[in-house]
């Protein structure tokens, strides 16, 4: 038996050239010309033996200072730190769903391909929209491929998205649209929600991008996005916070053409930003522009419900000339695990989640405020997620709180450059977070200000 991970012997390598017809292994690589070449040897430490490395990697881990065992958190900006239920980490951990793949050979894999058509159900019910997709990588990639769609179904490249969505988000929507020619206009905040009546021309549009909540934690008008989009002729893309949903009217029902979110609260940890898992649903009519896969409900032979991948004539690899998307995948072991947790919970507990987060938030949101020095950064409606200002600059006032065992918040930065919003402070709280930790958060914080 051949060990899996044991380099090749001496004894296999010659047995290998003699088979190519060459002396020494440097003979492979003769056509690489020498300028391209290592001209010496990797700076590598001599060989460990695997208990040694084992330790060396476990020294190194032991660096990392993880939320809930070392920092309670209080960070939010996209990524948040909810329950995991154990019923969800064990179900999903099951051999059966240990794939990154929607399976095509519908013989073989029914109980995943339902898996994931259950998951596209629940997300059409909090989106309020007709069809979901099987995912996408994550919410931003969503975003990315919900513009795409618009454009190429208004046939108008101009893009109108507000300031608040994720700024990470349209950074990957700027990098993608040099490519597909998007032209991509930034709607500026006021009082920390879109300020539609700021847009300028009167031309068409293909998009019209909002955030709800934003990325400050707002409540959004999407009445307003929705008459600007009909005004403009574009389709209304919503990028929604699918906890928030528990509480809030879904975005289809406001008037959303598309869809999109990211699924990172339900069922998958936190973990340097993936892998995650990309939301996206839309309204029937664009079920051929659709991105990815889709699995679809049909009956077999004998006359028994079955599920298979459906409408993939419409894929980038079947129709690649007419194709608005170059994505043939998706998330299939986290889109499994986000259906598990959101069958665990039920409407009334995600109704629950999501309540308990909005209380978290309200009474941390007033213990910050009542620390001299620490103001709104934003007067709008909240949900979950706010802003403040504080008198030192974000990023101190975190590396501080870190010693008292805190992970205090997202700086505002990036994408907000020059506004009254540069240098604030994103906090977050889920409906992990106890009045003790809070009431601990709010003295410390207090502390490190002063």
């Known amino acids: 038996m051949t060990a899996p991970f044991v380099a090749h012997t001496d004894t296999e390598i010659a047995e290998m050239l003699g088979f190519l017809g060459l002396s020494e292994l440097d003979d492979l690589f003769a056509e690489i010309p020498e300028a391209l070449r290592l001209s010496g040897g990797l700076a590598l430490p001599p060989a460990m033996s695997e208990p040694d490395v084992a330790w060396r990697l476990e020294e190194l881990a032991a660096r990392n200072r993880a939320c809930g065992r070392d920092l309670v958190c209080f960070a939010g900006a996209g990524s948040y730190d909810h329950e995991i239920p154990a019923v969800v980490k064990s179900l999903a951990s099951r051999s059966e769903f240990l794939t990154a793949y929607t399976p095509y050979q519908p013989e073989v894999a029914q109980g995943v391909l339902q898996a994931v058509f259950e998951f596209q159900t629940m997300i059409a019910r909090l989106s309020g929209l007709e069809v979901a997709n099987a995912s996408l990588y994550d919410g931003a990639a969503s975003l990315v491929e919900a513009v795409n769609l618009a454009v190429v179904a208004s046939n108008c490249h101009r893009v109108l998205c507000s300031q608040g969505v994720n700024p990470h988000w349209r950074r990957q929507l700027d990098t993608f649209s040099r490519g597909s020619g998007n032209q991509i206009e930034i709607v500026p905040l006021q009082g920390g929600v879109t ?222 450059e020059g506004t009254a919003y540069d240098g604030g402070l994103l906090v977050a709280a889920t409906e992990r977070r106890t009045r003790a930790e809070i009431d601990e958060f709010a003295a410390a914080f207090e502390k490190a200000v002063r």
């Not at 975005?251 to 973990?271: H, I, K, M, N, R």
């Not at 898992?277 to 004998?302: H, M, N």
């Not at 690649?320 to 039920?346: F, K, P, Y």
């Not at 997620?385 to 870190?402: G, H, N, S, W």
């Open 195 to 416: 300020a539609w009546d700021e847009v300028v021309g009167e031309g068409p549009a293909g998009a019209v991008v909002v955030a709800a909540p934003n990325f400050l934690g707002c409540l959004e008008d999407l009445g307003a996005a929705r008459a600007l989009a009909d005004h403009v002729g574009a389709r209304l893309v919503v990028c929604f916070d699918p906890v928030s949903a528990g509480l809030l009217r879904p975005p289809g029902e406001l008037g959303a053409d598309v869809v999109v979110g990211e699924g990172q609260p339900f069922g998958t940890s936190l973990g340097f930003g993936g892998p995650y898992l990309g939301l996206f649903a839309c309204r029937l009519k664009d079920v051929r522009r659709i991105p990815g896969r889709i699995v679809g409900e049909t009956l077999d032979r004998q006359g028994r419900h079955a599920y298979v991948m459906t409408l993939r004539a419409r894929e980038q690899d079947i129709r690649r000339e007419r194709a608005s998307s170059n994505v043939c995948t998706n998330q299939t072991l986290m889109a499994v695990t986000a259906a598990i947790h959101l069958s665990w919970l039920g409407p009334q507990g995600l109704r629950e989640v999501a309540l308990r987060s909005a209380r978290a938030t309200r009474y941390v949101r007033e213990a910050l405020l009542g620390i001299d020095g620490v103001e709104p950064l934003t007067r709008a409606p909240l949900l979950r997620e706010f802003a403040v200002k504080t008198p030192l600059e974000p990023e101190v006032l975190i590396e501080r709180l870190l010693d008292d065992g805190f992970l205090a918040g997202v700086p505002v930065r990036a994408g907000f």
